[in-house]
């Protein structure tokens, strides 16, 4: 900050750093909060999600390779690149047995892979926990937390199965990843971790991620998932687009709000 903008602050900071005005920061901050692209979790146009899909179809960044969807829930995004006419082979993977039964169902109408696995650090046996008796909501996590805590809702415990990255990779002998889209509920550096030798070839060209409260729960720091993926640069989405992040600060970073992070990989931008 220049001399003009610490004076700035420090003026408006005298006059307006009083509880009288403390409820229209407050306003103020959660609004512009949405502004920087961040609770906007409405619709897929509010989210940036189709303006990311776009300018991925526009700079040729889906002419090849294969997609995976890690965490796919019932298939909603998958669903969307479809509906896009994006037609490379597309791997979703859920692991809650109620959610999967449903990714079936949409993957024969709509032409993609269902994987009935969930990715991780290393290959396990473990647990989900889902709303009791409303199996497969789009809230299930690793983290028991996050439906008793965040949500206040009551737990139920389903066993799954964890694969990683690397190993799906290996198993199905693709050389290019053109998008790993997470969505995991406070999971995604596990899933991350899970494809280090990936990352380190090369091979996975853009990466999509939700980073939200639920990284509270799981302790990961937004820097956390910048040190697993060096040679990337950043982005959050915004209904028109893409908006470079720079270089790592607390105070642009560390926001545990639900918000679109991209990574896409220098070599491949």
């Known amino acids: 900050m220049n001399l003009l903008g610490r ?7 005298y006059l307006f750093a009083r509880k009288l005005f403390y409820p229209a920061h407050l306003f103020l901050y959660k609004l512009s909060m949405s502004g920087l692209g961040i609770r906007n979790s409405e619709n897929d ?5 189709k303006a ?20 796919a829930n019932i298939g909603h995004y998958s669903i969307m690149l479809r509906k896009q006419q994006i037609r490379l082979p597309l791997f ?11 990714l079936e169902a949409a993957a024969r109408t709509y032409r993609f892979t269902p994987v009935p696995l969930g990715a991780g650090e290393v290959p396990a046996t473990a647990a989900i926990y889902d709303y009791a ?15 008793e805590q965040l949500h206040e809702g009551q737990a139920e415990e389903k066993h799954i199965t964890l694969t990683t990255i690397d190993d799906f990779i290996a198993g199905n002998q ?16 596990g899933v991350l971790k899970g494809a280090q030798t990936a990352i380190e070839r ?21 820097r956390d998932i910048v040190a697993v993926l060096p040679g990337y640069d950043f982005y959050r ?33």
């Open 52 to 71: 990311f899909i776009r300018y991925l179809i526009n700079n040729g960044k889906l002419n090849d390779g294969v997609i995976l969807d890690i965490g």
């Open 7 to 13: 004076s700035f602050k420090q003026a408006y900071a």
């Open 92 to 102: 979703a993977f859920e692991p809650h047995p109620a959610a999967f039964k449903k």
């Open 45 to 49: 146009y509010l989210s940036g999600e």
């Open 202 to 222: 090369g091979l996975i060209a853009a990466v999509q991620i939700e980073f939200n409260e639920m990284n509270v729960i799981s302790r990961t720091f937004f």
């Open 237 to 269: 989405l915004l209904p028109d687009g893409l908006k470079p992040l720079g270089k790592y600060n607390v105070t642009q970073y560390e926001i545990f709000a639900f918000q679109n992070i991209v990574a896409l990989r220098k070599s491949a931008r």
């Open 133 to 147: 008796g409303d199996g497969g909501s789009e809230h299930a996590s690793i983290y028991k937390e996050v439906i």
């Open 174 to 189: 693709l050389s290019k990843i053109a998008l790993l889209k997470i969505d995991t509920e406070g999971h995604e550096l």
